[in-house]
């Protein structure tokens, strides 16, 4: 019965820091792809405290390819999570 209370508990848990996540996000093209692929690993807090222009963000995604392992993305794929990042993420950006 614990075992299956802890159970529960540890989905609902962690069912709520996803949705903190999300909800940090700016909004815009491209969010709920992004918080997918990236959340994956890390904590959106890894990305949303990061300012970089798009070359690099551009970096960034080479390096979690690369040194990380994260899937190769479509070029239509790589272009919308670029976009998503370095219009919300850049150097200039208000939040
Ligand atoms: C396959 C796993 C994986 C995926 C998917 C992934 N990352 Fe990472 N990321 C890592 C690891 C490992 C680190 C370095 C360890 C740490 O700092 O926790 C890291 C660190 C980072 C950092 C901080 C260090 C740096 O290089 O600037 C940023 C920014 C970042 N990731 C952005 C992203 C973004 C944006 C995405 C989604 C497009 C993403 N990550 C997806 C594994 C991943």
């Known amino acids: 019965m614990l075992r ?3 159970l529960v508990s540890f989905f609902l848990c962690s069912a709520a820091l996803a949705d903190d996540d999300l909800a940090a996000m700016a909004d ?11 959340a994956d690993c890390h904590s959106m807090q890894h990305v949303l405290e990061k300012r970089y222009t798009r070359g690099g963000w551009r970096g960034a995604l080479e390096r ?3 040194d990380f392992g994260m899937a190769e993305l479509e070029a239509d794929e790589h272009r919308e ?5 370095a219009n ?5 950006s208000t939040r």
């Open 28 to 38: 815009g093209e491209g969010k709920d792809f992004v918080y997918l692929l990236c």
């Open 64 to 66: 979690m390819t690369v």
């Open 4 to 6: 299956a209370t802890l």
């Open 88 to 92: 919300n993420y850049g150097p200039n």
């Open 81 to 85: 999570v670029l976009d998503y990042l």
